[in-house]
C-alpha cells in the first residue's frame, strides 16, 4: 500500500506489514503539524495522523508524518476499536488506535541517515564574545579567537557574585606555578641551602608572572563567550548548547566540541559551545554558576532570535533546546534543568538567595526554555547540592524531571572513575507511587562504553593524565560513537524523528549499519516514559510486587534478597568495601546460584488494568565481579513467560543483549578488582515475538528467570517492567 499526497509520497506499507516513511515520523507532534497536508481524526473530532511539509535541507522539502501519539512497529495490535490496514489475503498489517499510536506489525523501514556523518544542511560558523576583552600574554594563545578583531557578534557580560566568589586563579596553571610548586616539594624534601635558593627564585618567578594569567574581567562581569554552526534555511531551528568541564584554563577547552556541531549543524540544529574557563582550575563548588552560565547563553541565543536584522533573527526555536556537558559540565546540565523551571535558588548553605527571573540590576534569568534533552558526559554528581531549609545539605541532591536524559560514561575513564554520573541517573525522572500508571515526564538512556576515556569526548584535552593511550580507544573512534550518539538523541528529541527510536533504545543497533564499528563494546539502558512496573525493587521490607500489580514474588528456588545498589561507604569506593563495584542510587535484586536450573520466579501475576498499549517485556541486568562469575566472560539466563492458559514463551537474555563481564574503569587500575563496576544491560522483548509464540500477552500471570545457560554465577536485576 502507498499513501500519497497530490502525488506525493507519504509512506508506504508492504503485505507483511514492514512501513516506511518518504521522510519521517513524529511522536506526539501533531500541535506543530501546520500546515497540514492530510489528516486522520477520530470519531470525537481529535486528530490522530497528520502529515505537512518539512525542509529536509536548505532547498529541498519532504512530507512527513506526525502523530498524537508514538509509532512502534513490530507491534501487537490492541483488541480495542482502531483504524485497520488489512492485507489481501487477510490479517492486521497496520493500525492506528484512538490513542493516536500507529503500529505496523513488521519493520520500520525508512530509509535513515547517519545521524553521526555531515547532513544535507550547509552550515555558517561563527564566534561571539565580549567586545572589551583584552588577554594577557599567558592566555591569548588560548583566547585569541575571542579577540574583538576576530569576533562575529558581540555579547556583553553577566554578575555571578552572587552564586560564586571569584573566577579561577589561572595562574595556578602556569609553567611558572609548577616550577615554584616543583621547587616547594624539593625544598620540603630536603632543606638544603641549595633548595631554599630555588625555592626563592621560583617563587619570585611565580609571582613575576602572575599578571599574564589574569583573566580581563572579574565574577561581576563574566563574558559571555561562544563558538556556533548555523544550519542555512528558513527555519526555526532547534538549539543545544554545549559546556566543557574542567582542564586546565591555559587550554581553552571550548573549540573540543566543534565535531559535534558541525555535524549537528548540517541536520538543521544550531549548534553552540561556549567558554566556561574562567571557572576550571581552582574553584570548589561552583557548578550551580556553570548551570546559570549555560542558561544566560541560551537566553542571548533567545535575543539574537527577537532581534531584526540579526543572522539569528527568527531562526532560534527555543521551545526545543538541549544542553549538553561534559564532566563537571556534565553534572551541570542537570541542575540547569532545574533552574529552568525557577525563580530564585540558593547557591549554598549561607548565602542569599538569587533570583534569576530577570529582576535586579543585571538581571540572571528568566528562562522556562523547552528543554528537550540533557545529554551528559561523564558528569560529576552532588559538586552543587539544592539547599533545603527543612533538611541537610548532604541527603539533597538534584533530580531530573521533565524534559530526557542520555548519559554516557567510558570504562577507561582515569578522571570521574567512579562513574558518578550514574547516581543521578537512577534518580532521574522518578516515578509517583500514587500514580504509578501515569508516564513518566520525560526518557533516559544510558551509554557505559568499554575502552572510552574522559578526554578524548573534547578534541583539545588528549589523552587522560597517567594513561597509555595504547590501551584506550582510538580518539577518532571515540569520537565517532559519541557523533551517532549525540545525533540519534538529537533526530530524536530536537527533530521528532522517531525511525531513530531504535539506536537511542539500543545504540548497539548502529554497528549494524556500519555508522559504528564492530570493534565497540557498549552496555546500554534505555527507560521509556510509559512503563507500569512488575518490580522497582525499592520497596523497604519483604520483596514484593510493586502495586497497582499484584503477584507472588517466589525466592524458594534460588538465592535472592532485595538490596540497595550502592557502595557501603561512599568514602570509600575501591579499596576496603566489598561492595564497590556497586556505585547506584536505587533498589535491586541480587540472585545467586550455583546449580544450573535454579530460578526466580514472580506467579500470580494480575495488572489490574488495561496494558493494550505497552509492547515490551522490559528488564536491567548486570553481572558483577563476584567470584561465582567467571572473569572476562559474558553472563547469560533464561527468561520464560507464561499465560493464563499456560502457554509459555522462552528466550536466552543474550538474544536481546550481551552481558559482559565488568570492564576495568581505569589503566593502571587502582590496588584491585574494585576497580570493575556492575552496569546493568536493558533488556528488551517486543511483546509481538512473545505472542508469536502463542502467548496471549494481555494476560501474562508468570514471570521467571530461569539460570540453566551457566553452571552459576550471581546478577543484578532492576525495574521489570511492560513498556513501550
Not at 511539509?53 to 476499536?81: E, H, K, Q, W, Y
Not at 490479517?91 to 506489525?105: I, M, W
Not at 574553584?283 to 552560565?293: D, P, S, V
Request: proline residues 6%; negative net charge.
Amino acid at each position: 500500500m502507498i499513501v500519497q499526497y497530490n502525488g506525493a509520497l507519504v509512506l508506504s506499507l508492504t503485505v507483511e506489514g514492514h512501513i516506511a516513511f518518504a521522510a519521517y515520523c513524529e511522536d506526539e507532534n501533531l500541535a506543530e503539524a501546520t500546515p497540514q497536508t492530510l489528516s486522520i481524526t477520530a470519531p470525537d473530532g481529535r486528530r490522530l495522523l497528520a502529515s505537512r511539509v518539512v525542509a529536509v535541507s536548505d532547498t529541498a522539502t519532504a512530507i512527513d508524518v506526525t502523530l498524537a501519539g508514538r509509532m512502534s512497529a513490530n507491534a501487537v495490535f490492541p483488541p480495542s476499536r482502531s483504524l485497520q490496514i488489512i492485507a489481501p489475503g487477510g490479517g492486521v498489517v497496520a493500525a492506528l488506535t484512538l490513542d493516536g499510536d500507529l503500529l505496523a506489525k513488521g519493520d520500520d523501514r525508512t530509509v535513515l541517515a547517519n545521524p553521526g556523518a555531515t547532513g544535507p544542511f550547509p552550515v555558517d560558523a561563527y564566534v561571539y564574545a565580549d567586545p572589551g576583552l583584552a588577554y594577557p600574554s599567558g592566555l591569548i594563545a588560548g583566547y585569541a579567537l575571542f579577540a574583538p578583531s576576530t569576533v562575529d557578534w558581540n555579547t556583553g557580560t553577566i554578575d555571578l557574585s552572587g552564586v560564586i566568589d571569584e573566577v579561577s586563579d589561572a595562574s595556578l596553571s602556569s609553567p611558572e606555578y609548577w616550577a615554584f610548586a616543583e621547587a616547594y616539594d624539593a625544598f620540603q624534601a630536603s632543606a638544603t641551602l641549595t633548595n631554599e635558593i630555588k625555592l626563592v627564585g621560583a617563587r619570585s618567578a611565580y609571582l613575576a608572572a602572575k599578571a599574564n594569567y589574569a583573566w580581563p574581567f572579574d565574577i561581576t562581569r563574566v563574558p559571555l563567550n561562544g563558538m556556533v554552526w548555523v544550519p542555512k534555511g528558513a527555519g526555526p531551528f532547534p538549539l543545544i548548547v554545549f559546556a566543557h568541564g574542567n582542564h586546565s584554563p591555559l587550554d581553552n577547552s571550548t573549540p573540543g566540541y566543534q565535531y559535534l556541531c558541525e555535524k549537528l549543524a548540517s541536520h538543521g540544529i544550531i549548534a553552540a559551545t561556549i567558554d566556561v574557563n574562567f571557572l576550571n582550575a581552582n574553584l570548589h563548588g561552583e557548578n550551580g554558576a556553570r548551570a546559570i552560565l549555560q542558561l544566560e547563553h541560551v537566553k542571548q541565543f533567545e535575543g539574537w532570535n527577537a532581534r531584526p536584522g540579526h543572522r539569528l533573527h527568527n531562526k532560534v526555536d527555543t521551545s526545543r533546546v538541549m544542553l549538553a556537558g561534559h564532566s563537571r559540565g556534565g553534572e551541570a546540565v542537570a541542575h540547569a534543568s532545574m533552574f529552568n523551571r525557577m525563580t530564585s535558588f540558593t547557591p549554598a548553605w549561607r548565602r542569599a538567595p538569587v533570583a534569576i527571573d530577570g529582576t535586579g540590576t543585571q538581571p540572571l534569568g528568566p528562562y522556562a526554555f523547552g528543554l528537550r534533552g540533557l545529554i551528559a558526559i561523564a558528569p560529576t554528581d552532588d559538586q552543587y547540592k539544592p539547599v533545603a531549609p527543612l533538611l541537610h545539605q548532604g541527603v539533597v541532591s538534584t533530580v531530573i524531571d521533565r524534559t530526557s536524559y542520555l548519559l554516557i560514561h567510558g570504562t577507561m575513564d582515569a578522571d570521574v572513575v567512579s562513574f558518578d554520573g550514574y547516581r543521578a541517573y537512577d534518580r532521574a525522572l522518578p516515578y509517583d507511587l500514587d500514580r504509578m500508571r501515569e508516564p513518566a515526564t520525560g526518557y533516559k538512556a544510558l551509554m557505559w562504553v568499554y575502552q572510552a576515556n574522559h578526554n578524548y569526548f573534547n578534541t583539545t584535552w588528549g589523552h587522560d593524565s597517567d594513561q597509555d593511550p595504547v590501551k584506550v580507544m582510538d580518539p577518532n573512534l571515540q569520537r565517532q560513537l559519541a557523533s551517532v550518539v549525540f545525533g540519534a538523541w538529537a533526530q530524536v528529541h530536537l527533530l521528532g524523528r522517531s525511525s531513530y527510536w531504535p539506536i537511542v533504545r539500543r545504540p548497539q543497533l548502529a554497528r549494524t549499519n556500519a555508522w559504528l564499528s564492530a570493534d565497540v563494546t557498549l552496555v546500554s539502558q534505555y527507560h521509556d516514559r510509559c512503563r507500569l512496573w512488575v518490580h522497582t525493587f525499592d520497596n523497604s521490607g519483604l520483596l514484593q510486587v510493586s502495586a497497582p500489580v499484584t503477584g507472588v514474588p517466589d525466592t524458594r528456588n534460588c538465592t535472592a534478597e532485595q538490596r540497595y545498589l550502592a557502595v557501603s561507604d561512599p568514602g570509600d569506593l575501591h579499596r576496603d568495601d566489598p561492595t564497590g563495584f556497586l556505585y547506584q542510587q536505587t533498589g535491586g535484586l541480587r540472585v545467586l546460584w550455583n546449580t544450573s536450573g535454579e530460578r526466580y520466579i514472580v506467579s500470580d501475576l494480575d495488572f489490574h488494568g488495561d496494558t493494550a498499549r505497552l509492547q515490551v517485556l522490559s528488564v536491567r541486568a548486570g553481572q558483577s565481579i563476584e567470584a561465582q562469575n567467571p572473569a572476562d566472560t559474558p553472563q547469560d539466563f533464561r527468561i520464560l513467560v507464561t499465560d493464563r492458559a499456560g502457554t509459555t514463551f522462552g528466550a536466552q537474555a543474550s538474544a536481546y543483549a550481551a552481558l559482559p563481564y565488568p570492564g576495568p574503569l581505569s589503566d593502571p587500575p587502582d590496588l584491585s578488582e574494585y576497580e570493575r563496576k556492575t552496569v546493568m544491560q536493558t533488556l528488551r522483548i517486543p511483546l509481538s515475538e512473545i505472542a508469536g509464540a502463542g502467548v496471549n500477552v494481555r494476560e501474562i500471570r508468570r514471570i521467571e528467570f530461569v539460570f540453566d545457560v551457566t553452571a552459576k554465577g550471581v546478577m543484578y536485576f532492576d525495574d521489570l517492567q511492560l513498556s513501550l
